[in-house]
């Protein structure tokens, strides 16, 4: 069934036309020869040059559609499925698998899975259980060559009765699948799009017949090998980009001792919309970005042996979801529902093909940043080294009726400490001040320049951050944007509601305060740009914003739904008009607001440790190395500080301290109880040592990006920059040699730089 043209093709098969009447000659020349060029003789193409406009006739086999220096692009259409071939090596990636690669499964739902290059889970009613794809449903597909590809119509029949449109388009080294928002239909009452998979077998394998691995972008960064599993697995990696929305699930209740010390360290959240692919044997990869619809898509990594014994790993988009819906106040009886609307973004996957020596991880970093600056995504910074040395100010335990203050470093200890580090060496620190603000560290939120008196009030933090900058410190004052404590301020308004219409809330099992609120998304923006507009006209001018860096949800106010979409663009404007007003660093960013930033804070140099992964790589630090400065989560809480100190070393991540100019015991009765060192005397050494060994490595690199990571068999790592320096880290107990190089157990060795 040809199936009415899109809007966007009537222009431009109108602009077209004279351009396909003279194609016309000449595909009749080439249909007639397409072997041959008609001036020489020699070959050119093994397919008839696609028509801009022309519809895909549908054949039994793969037709090439597009076509770039390095890769040619073919396409199936019965199963809507790509083949990407690299023209000067001959190898391939597949979307979907072929006949002969088929493992025998029998489950049919997962033959048809594999066999479909998308597929969609549906809604029905409120049960979220139906598979969708080009096998299973009745589909109609219409086809039409555009200049750099091609533009699918899919109509999904039965009982779905979906329509969607794809564009897919070779450009150089890069593909572009596209499903414009706009071509989404939902046609039949009572039945949803619950999210869309594209290409979800794109660069598959089968077990172990292929060397390589699958980028997880869990934490830094971490590798699947595509060896055999032997079904050792029953799962893979599964992450929503930017982590749970708040508003759609409820938490899950901390494991805590005595209701009040956490024993499970959450996971990492995904804070870049990224994937890959590498199979080296073949010297091929892919570094898969999802460039929009970011806000409510999930990164599917996948290992062989879970379900079927493939390897594959791909975007999923959350277009609808199911939530619970109490049905009372007690929250005593509860009903599935669907959400009111879906997600309204184009979803749009964007594929850096990458092959020879540059199919490897480093490759997919390299690209990656490549694309950051190209785009406008990442902006470069001064990435000069300084150590980061965080100050707690003021806590609160409880007095009687109220709250009494617990001064942990005044501004003047503070100033006192910087001016001893000083003077054993550490120059141009970078600080964050927290609980500067009057009520403490957790009264939230913060709206004007309001110092606690107990560490000296107003004049002595704004004298605090003028002194230290003429000294070469910068003292930035921290602000957590999203939450409201409910016991020093108001919650009847301003504070965020779930999809359900509950109010959510955030229990932390505090010694004073033990329950916190988001606030609405509108609330914060206007908070945040009452105080950067406050220091700023107070001369201060420095912002360390956390809270809604790293978290995005779904909400509803006043009986209306607002999606991750609209959180994301409010949290956007908020963070862009606070750099306007003041330098910022933020507090493990969403990607959406790299470029806004001065600087990375609390980046993990590790990954979530799920027994899937077989290799953590720093591959966030080696994006943003040389671009914008990382500063690591704090030393002092690391159980094995060698290992750490390495992992800065070979990351290039800066080292960060959290300092109190007080004994820390005196946090016992407050919110920060779990801190249990943080007195400056005890890491005073620390701070010197790791300041000298990390600025002389720094001065080696110099602003250099990093173009190559290495591991060899022996467990060497090598670290090549652009400058020529060259690091090599050895994590064993025993020496280890790479040439003329010796690196002793526990320790790193560098050559060349400057």
Same mark, same amino acid.
């Given at each position: 069934?040809?199936?009415?043209?899109?809007?966007?093709?009537?222009?431009?098969?109108?602009?077209?036309?004279?351009?396909?009447?003279?194609?016309?000659?000449?595909?009749?020349?080439?249909?007639?020869?397409?072997?041959?060029?008609?001036?020489?003789?020699?070959?050119?193409?093994?397919?008839?040059?696609?028509?801009?406009?022309?519809?895909?006739?549908?054949?039994?086999?793969?037709?090439?559609?597009?076509?770039?220096?390095?890769?040619?692009?073919?396409?199936?259409?019965?199963?809507?499925?790509?083949?990407?071939?690299?023209?000067?090596?001959?190898?391939?990636?597949?979307?979907?698998?072929?006949?002969?690669?088929?493992?025998?499964?029998?489950?049919?739902?997962?033959?048809?899975?594999?066999?479909?290059?998308?597929?969609?889970?549906?809604?029905?009613?409120?049960?979220?259980?139906?598979?969708?794809?080009?096998?299973?449903?009745?589909?109609?597909?219409?086809?039409?060559?555009?200049?750099?590809?091609?533009?699918?119509?899919?109509?999904?029949?039965?009982?779905?009765?979906?329509?969607?449109?794809?564009?897919?388009?070779?450009?150089?080294?890069?593909?572009?699948?596209?499903?414009?928002?706009?071509?989404?239909?939902?046609?039949?009452?009572?039945?949803?799009?619950?999210?869309?998979?594209?290409?979800?077998?794109?660069?598959?394998?089968?077990?172990?017949?292929?060397?390589?691995?699958?980028?997880?972008?869990?934490?830094?960064?971490?590798?699947?090998?595509?060896?055999?599993?032997?079904?050792?697995?029953?799962?893979?990696?599964?992450?929503?980009?930017?982590?749970?929305?708040?508003?759609?699930?409820?938490?899950?209740?901390?494991?805590?001792?005595?209701?009040?010390?956490?024993?499970?360290?959450?996971?990492?959240?995904?804070?870049?919309?990224?994937?890959?692919?590498?199979?080296?044997?073949?010297?091929?990869?892919?570094?898969?970005?999802?460039?929009?619809?970011?806000?409510?898509?999930?990164?599917?990594?996948?290992?062989?042996?879970?379900?079927?014994?493939?390897? #594959?790993?791909?975007? #999923?988009?959350?277009?609808?979801?199911?939530?619970?819906?109490?049905?009372?106040?007690?929250?005593?009886?509860?009903?599935?529902?669907?959400?009111?609307?879906?997600?309204?973004?184009?979803?749009?996957?964007?594929?850096?093909?990458?092959?020879?020596?540059?199919?490897?991880?480093?490759? &997919?970093?390299?690209?990656?940043?490549?694309?950051?600056?190209?785009?406008?995504?990442?902006?470069?910074?001064?990435?000069?080294?300084?150590?980061?040395?965080?100050?707690?100010?003021?806590?609160?335990?409880?007095?009687?009726?109220?709250?009494?203050?617990?001064?942990?470093?005044?501004?003047?200890?503070?100033?006192?400490?910087?001016?001893?580090?000083?003077?054993?060496?550490?120059?141009?620190?970078?600080?964050?001040?927290?609980?500067?603000?009057?009520?403490?560290?957790?009264?939230?939120?913060?709206?004007?320049?309001?110092?606690?008196?107990?560490?000296?009030?107003?004049?002595?933090?704004?004298?605090?951050?003028?002194?230290?900058?003429?000294?070469?410190?910068?003292?930035?004052?921290?602000?957590?944007?999203?939450?409201?404590?409910?016991?020093?301020?108001?919650?009847?308004?301003?504070? &965020?509601?779930?999809?359900?219409?509950?109010?959510?809330?955030?229990?932390?099992?505090?010694?004073?305060?033990?329950?916190?609120?988001?606030?609405?998304?509108?609330?914060?923006?206007?908070?945040?740009?009452?105080?950067?507009?406050?220091?700023?006209?107070?001369?201060?001018?420095?912002?360390?914003?956390?809270?809604?860096?790293?978290?995005?949800?779904?909400?509803?106010?006043?009986?209306?739904?607002?999606?991750?979409?609209?959180?994301?663009?409010?949290?956007?404007?908020?963070?862009?008009?606070?750099?306007?007003?003041?330098?910022?660093?933020?507090?493990?960013?969403?990607?959406?607001?790299?470029?806004?930033?001065?600087?990375?804070?609390?980046?993990?140099?590790?990954?979530?440790?799920?027994?899937?992964?077989?290799?953590?790589?720093?591959?966030?630090?080696?994006?943003?190395?040389?671009?914008?400065?990382?500063?690591?989560?704090?030393?002092?809480?690391?159980?094995?500080?060698?290992?750490?100190?390495?992992?800065?070393?070979?990351?290039?991540?800066?080292?960060?301290?959290?300092?109190?100019?007080?004994?820390?015991?005196?946090?016992?009765?407050?919110?920060?109880?779990?801190?249990?060192?943080?007195?400056?005397?005890?890491?005073?050494?620390?701070?010197?040592?790791?300041?000298?060994?990390?600025?002389?490595?720094?001065?080696?690199?110099?602003?250099?990006?990093?173009?190559?990571?290495?591991?060899?068999?022996?467990?060497?790592?090598?670290?090549?920059?652009?400058?020529?320096?060259?690091?090599?880290?050895?994590?064993?107990?025993?020496?280890?040699?790479?040439?003329?190089?010796?690196?002793?157990?526990?320790?790193?060795?560098?050559?060349?730089?400057?």
């Amino acid at each position: 069934m040809d199936t009415k043209k899109p809007k966007w093709l009537v222009p431009v098969i109108a602009a077209a036309a004279v351009l396909i009447i003279a194609a016309a000659v000449l595909t009749v020349l080439i249909v007639a020869g397409a072997e041959t060029d008609v001036l020489s003789g020699t070959h050119t193409h093994s397919a008839p040059i696609p028509v801009l406009g022309a519809k895909v006739e549908a054949r039994d086999d793969y037709v090439q559609v597009a076509e770039s220096d390095t890769y040619r692009l073919y396409y199936y259409e019965p199963r809507f499925s790509i083949r990407l071939e690299n023209k000067k090596t001959g190898a391939v990636f597949d979307s979907t698998v072929s006949d002969e690669k088929d493992d025998g499964n029998n489950n049919a739902s997962w033959t048809a899975y594999m066999k479909s290059g998308i597929v969609i889970n549906a809604i029905i009613g409120t049960l979220n259980t139906y598979q969708v794809d080009v096998n299973s449903v009745p589909t109609d597909i219409s086809t039409w060559y555009t200049d750099s590809g091609i533009y699918a119509t899919l109509g999904f029949k039965g009982n779905y009765q979906f329509e969607l449109g794809v564009e897919i388009s070779l450009d150089g080294d890069q593909l572009t699948v596209r499903v414009p928002d706009e071509s989404i239909k939902e046609n039949k009452e009572g039945t949803y799009i619950s999210t869309v998979s594209l290409f979800p077998f794109l660069g598959y394998t089968y077990l172990d017949e292929q060397n390589g691995y699958m980028l997880v972008p869990d934490g830094n960064g971490a590798l699947i090998y595509l060896d055999n599993k032997e079904r050792r697995y029953t799962t893979g990696f599964s992450g929503l980009i930017y982590g749970t929305d708040d508003g759609m699930t409820n938490r899950t209740a901390v494991s805590t001792i005595w209701e009040r010390y956490e024993t499970v360290t959450p996971s990492n959240k995904v804070i870049a919309p990224v994937f890959g692919m590498a199979h080296l044997d073949d010297g091929l990869a892919y570094l898969g970005i999802v460039e929009s619809g970011d806000e409510r898509c999930s990164i599917e990594v996948v290992p062989n042996g879970v379900t079927v014994d493939y390897n #594959r790993c791909f975007a #999923r988009f959350l277009l609808r979801d199911v939530y619970v819906q109490p049905l009372n106040q007690s929250n005593s009886g509860t009903v599935p529902a669907v959400e009111q609307d879906r997600l309204h973004s184009d979803l749009t996957v964007r594929y850096c093909l990458l092959s020879e020596d540059s199919a490897d991880y480093s490759g &997919m970093a390299s690209a990656y940043r490549t694309y950051l600056l190209d785009s406008g995504r990442l902006v470069k910074r001064d990435t000069g080294y300084r150590t980061r040395v965080d100050f707690l100010g003021s806590e609160r335990e409880s007095f009687l009726m109220g709250t009494t203050a617990v001064p942990m470093t005044t501004a003047d200890r503070v100033s006192e400490i910087l001016s001893e580090l000083r003077g054993l060496g550490v120059q141009n620190m970078l600080s964050v001040y927290k609980g500067w603000q009057s009520g403490g560290l957790y009264d939230v939120p913060i709206t004007s320049f309001s110092a606690d008196g107990s560490i000296g009030g107003n004049s002595a933090v704004k004298a605090l951050i003028q002194r230290e900058a003429e000294a070469g410190n910068t003292v930035y004052l921290y602000d957590d944007a999203l939450s409201v404590n409910a016991d020093t301020h108001s919650t009847t308004y301003n504070v &965020m509601k779930m999809v359900n219409k509950r109010t959510f809330k955030n229990e932390t099992h505090g010694q004073v305060y033990d329950t916190f609120y988001y606030l609405m998304p509108g609330r914060s923006g206007s908070d945040l740009a009452h105080l950067t507009k406050d220091l700023s006209n107070a001369g201060i001018g420095n912002a360390a914003l956390s809270g809604i860096t790293g978290t995005l949800f779904s909400y509803s106010s006043k009986g209306n739904y607002y999606s991750r979409t609209d959180t994301m663009d409010i949290y956007e404007d908020a963070v862009s008009a606070a750099d306007e007003n003041c330098n910022i660093v933020t507090e493990t960013p969403n990607a959406f607001l790299w470029k806004y930033s001065d600087a990375f804070i609390d980046m993990p140099l590790s990954s979530s440790d799920y027994l899937y992964l077989d290799r953590e790589i720093p591959f966030l630090s080696m994006v943003f190395k040389g671009i914008v400065p990382t500063y690591s989560e704090y030393v002092n809480f690391e159980a094995n500080k060698k290992e750490n100190f390495l992992r800065m070393v070979e990351s290039g991540v800066y080292p960060s301290f959290y300092i109190t100019g007080e004994d820390s015991s005196k946090l016992i009765y407050t919110n920060s109880s779990d801190l249990y060192s943080l007195e400056y005397a005890s890491y005073r050494d620390t701070i010197v040592s790791y300041d000298k060994a990390l600025r002389e490595l720094a001065g080696k690199v110099n602003g250099a990006c990093i173009t190559k990571h290495e591991i060899s068999g022996s467990g060497l790592v090598k670290v090549t920059y652009d400058n020529g320096a060259v690091i090599y880290v050895n994590y064993t107990g025993g020496t280890l040699n790479d040439g003329d190089v010796t690196v002793e157990p526990l320790s790193y060795a560098v050559r060349g730089g400057e």
